[in-house]
């Protein structure tokens, strides 16, 4: 990965949707939106895939240690302030993979991101 830059204009080969940017050539560029998630779902594309399965995109209980933390070693996190912004690249995302015929699916029932369909993780095992 190269250098992080904050473009002042979107790439050609970018969906944009309310200045809110997905990368359709990853190699080019590819936003982040404050999640690596967000990114997951730009390689995911890039590889093209047409049905995706996000798990661990629960985006509540920021106070709580995500799973590879412990109260002792918690890490500080933007997601709460940011998550509105997150939030809206989501559904930039969904709006755009719609469209590509690419079905995204949250395995996280209780996610506060709404963008996509939510199903139990139970359905797939």
């Known amino acids: 990965m190269g250098i992080k830059t904050t473009l002042t204009e979107h790439l050609p080969h970018a969906y944009v949707e309310n200045d809110i940017g997905f990368s359709t050539k990853i190699f080019d560029a590819i936003y982040d939106y404050y999640t690596v998630a967000y990114v997951a779902l730009q390689i995911a594309y890039a590889l093209n895939y047409k049905h995706i399965l996000i798990a661990g995109l629960d985006m509540n209980n920021f106070n ?6 412990s109260s002792e070693n ?9 998550f509105v912004k997150i939030s809206n690249a989501f559904h930039t995302a969904a709006t755009f993979l719609d469209k590509q015929h690419v079905q995204v699916i949250n395995l996280s029932a209780q996610s506060a991101v709404q963008a996509f369909i939510k199903l139990d993780s139970q359905n797939f095992i």
């Open 74 to 82: 918690k890490q500080p996190t933007r997601l709460e302030q940011d």
């Open 64 to 69: 709580q240690p995500r799973f590879y933390e």
